[in-house]
């Protein structure tokens, strides 16, 4: 795969990564155990690429970040929660039959 | 816009596009491969695999993986992540794959395009799938979240029984609601359910003969309306979360108007060479008519595919005959 275009957050690294970011950011929630989280990973990453500079994405394994994982009452993953100014705006959980489309729709508004 | 020119195209990396890569890149035929996420399909979620003939037991990632590196292996390109949005047949007979911007000119393509979970269509599900906060459609996802909790499962399949197995490894209580009396999993999967719900301190409980008519909640899912099929009473069942497995609908929606579908959204094959109303364009997998949709006869769709279309780039107009013994498949 080509070079990692996502950001890693744990609980500690949550405040300054996600909720004082400059840009909004877009948090996936996943765990290995979760195998449609991995099949989301390749079109975060694309999404990623092509939002440079305009969004952040993250994500954070729900199995070892437990904190966030259950501040955000996170019980279905993957979920997506995309947070602009420090507040989520869009929720987006589970992988649809156009994921890489849906996302878009989602995030376009919010970006520049 | 890209156009790049292939001998064989093939829309969506589960069994059935991987097998019939392995056939094609086999037969030195310039392969691509475009799945929409990662090569897998809906196997991928399977923890548990001990239907295939050949391999006692396996789970669903071990054994795609092997898949693929095999593919790969004989010069098959695998792009994932490339959602295919459209198809064209072009004037010069060939087919035109249409990725977004991007277009691949293909001789033949392959739709292996799969199946996504069926919903149940009842009032709440949508509203609390939506929002993550108690409908499910993956146990293996899910069930880690519901530890000391109450769940409702739904459906009656493999899938289904697998599924409520894995869950009663979490939850404190798991209650399994089927529609009919009987189950349509294999039988080793439903003897293996009723004997774990008739264990003393079972924490399972089965419901036959029983529909989910809503999920019910205050801002999380807290219980679901149950109507007994028999008798008609209905009651009020509490619980925590639903995991529903209720079959599965083919990926076909980006086809209409392209390819000829059933009323179900299936994709019209004739059956015996998988050719489509589109020359040039074969389907093979759990998006097609009369599919089993099960592992064993994706990949054998695959195959079935990769070998046919040897004869239509032999002869084209072979694409409108109809099936026949004259030309066997060892024939050609």
Same mark, same amino acid.
């Given at each position: 795969?080509?070079?990692?275009?996502?950001?890693?957050?744990?609980?500690?690294?949550?405040?300054?990564?996600?909720?004082?970011?400059?840009?909004?950011?877009?948090?996936?929630?996943?765990?290995?155990?979760?195998?449609?989280?991995?099949?989301?990973?390749? @079109?975060? /990453?694309? &999404?990623? $690429?092509?939002?440079?500079?305009?969004?952040?994405?993250? #994500?954070?394994?729900? %199995?070892?970040?437990?904190?966030?994982?259950?501040?955000?009452?996170?019980?279905?993953?993957?979920?997506?929660?995309?947070?602009?100014?420090?507040? @989520?705006? /869009?929720? &987006?959980? $589970?992988?649809?039959?156009?994921?890489?489309?849906?996302? #878009?729709?989602?995030? %376009?508004?919010?970006?520049? | 816009?890209?156009?790049?020119?292939?001998?064989?195209?093939?829309?969506?990396?589960?069994p059935a596009g991987l097998a019939g890569a392995i056939y094609t890149a086999r037969d030195r035929l310039k392969t691509l491969i475009l799945e929409r996420m990662i090569a897998g399909g809906q196997i991928y979620n399977t923890d548990r695999i001990e239907n295939y003939p050949g391999i006692v037991r396996i789970d669903g990632p071990t054994l795609i993986e092997q898949m693929q590196k095999q593919a790969e292996s004989f010069g098959a390109q695998i792009r994932q992540g490339n959602d295919v949005t459209g198809l064209e047949k072009?004037?010069?007979?060939?087919?035109?794959?249409?990725?977004?911007?991007?277009?691949?000119?293909?001789?033949?393509?392959?739709?292996?395009?799969?199946?996504?979970?069926?919903?149940?269509?009842?009032?709440?599900?949508?509203?609390?799938?939506?929002?993550?906060?108690?409908?499910?459609?993956?146990?293996?996802?899910?069930?880690?979240?519901?530890?000391?909790?109450?769940?409702?499962?739904?459906?009656?399949?493999?899938?289904?029984?697998?599924?409520?197995?894995?869950?009663?490894?979490?939850?404190?209580?798991?209650?399994?609601?089927?529609?009919?009396?009987?189950?349509?999993?294999?039988?080793?999967?439903?003897?293996?359910?009723?004997?774990?719900?008739?264990?003393?301190?079972?924490?399972?409980?089965?419901?036959?003969?029983?529909?989910?008519?809503?999920?019910?909640?205050?801002?999380?899912?807290?219980?679901?309306?149950?109507?007994?099929?028999?008798?008609?009473?209905?009651?009020?069942?509490?619980?925590?979360?639903?995991?529903?497995?209720?079959?599965?609908?083919?990926?076909?929606?980006?086809?209409?108007?392209?390819?000829?579908?059933?009323?179900?959204?299936?994709?019209?094959?004739?059956?015996?060479?998988?050719?489509?109303?589109?020359?040039?364009?074969?389907?093979?997998?759990?998006?097609?008519?009369?599919?089993?949709?099960?592992?064993?006869?994706?990949?054998?769709?695959?195959?079935?595919?990769?070998?046919?279309?040897?004869?239509?780039?032999?002869?084209?107009?072979?694409?409108?005959?109809?099936?026949?013994?004259?030309?066997?498949?060892?024939?050609?």
């Amino acid at each position: 795969m080509a070079e990692e275009k996502l950001v890693n957050v744990t609980d500690d690294s949550f405040e300054s990564e996600v909720l004082q970011s400059d840009v909004p950011v877009l948090v996936d929630y996943w765990a290995p155990w979760c195998g449609p989280c991995r099949m989301a990973a390749p @079109v975060l /990453e694309k &999404i990623a $690429g092509e939002y440079e500079g305009r969004l952040k994405v993250c #994500k954070v394994n729900v %199995d070892e970040e437990r904190q966030v994982a259950s501040k955000h009452r996170i019980m279905s993953i993957p979920t997506m929660f995309l947070f602009k100014d420090g507040q @989520v705006v /869009e929720q &987006i959980v $589970g992988v649809t039959p156009n994921f890489e489309n849906d996302l #878009k729709r989602r995030i %376009d508004p919010y970006v520049e | 816009m890209v156009d790049t020119a292939y001998d064989a195209v093939i829309v969506g990396g589960g069994p059935a596009g991987l097998a019939g890569a392995i056939y094609t890149a086999r037969d030195r035929l310039k392969t691509l491969i475009l799945e929409r996420m990662i090569a897998g399909g809906q196997i991928y979620n399977t923890d548990r695999i001990e239907n295939y003939p050949g391999i006692v037991r396996i789970d669903g990632p071990t054994l795609i993986e092997q898949m693929q590196k095999q593919a790969e292996s004989f010069g098959a390109q695998i792009r994932q992540g490339n959602d295919v949005t459209g198809l064209e047949k072009l004037p010069d007979g060939m087919v035109a794959v249409v990725c977004g911007r991007d277009r691949y000119i293909a001789r033949a393509v392959i739709l292996a395009i799969g199946s996504s979970y069926r919903k149940l269509g009842v009032p709440g599900e949508e509203e609390f799938r939506r929002a993550g906060t108690g409908v499910s459609y993956c146990g293996t996802c899910d069930a880690p979240f519901y530890r000391e909790r109450e769940v409702v499962s739904v459906g009656g399949g493999n899938t289904a029984i697998e599924e409520t197995l894995h869950l009663l490894k979490y939850a404190r209580k798991v209650t399994l609601v089927h529609r009919r009396e009987e189950f349509r999993a294999d039988k080793v999967l439903a003897e293996e359910l009723r004997a774990e719900g008739s264990k003393p301190d079972s924490k399972l409980v089965i419901k036959c003969d029983t529909v989910v008519t809503a999920i019910q909640g205050d801002g999380r899912v807290q219980s679901v309306k149950l109507r007994s099929v028999k008798t008609g009473t209905e009651e009020d069942y509490p619980c925590d979360g639903v995991f529903i497995f209720v079959g599965m609908v083919p990926n076909t929606g980006f086809l209409k108007g392209t390819v000829q579908l059933t009323e179900h959204g299936f994709i019209r094959v004739d059956c015996a060479y998988l050719r489509t109303s589109m020359p040039g364009v074969f389907a093979a997998g759990d998006c097609r008519i009369g599919a089993a949709m099960q592992l064993a006869t994706a990949v054998a769709d695959g195959v079935n595919a990769a070998i046919t279309m040897k004869q239509y780039f032999r002869d084209p107009a072979w694409w409108h005959k109809p099936v026949t013994d004259e030309i066997q498949p060892s024939g050609w």
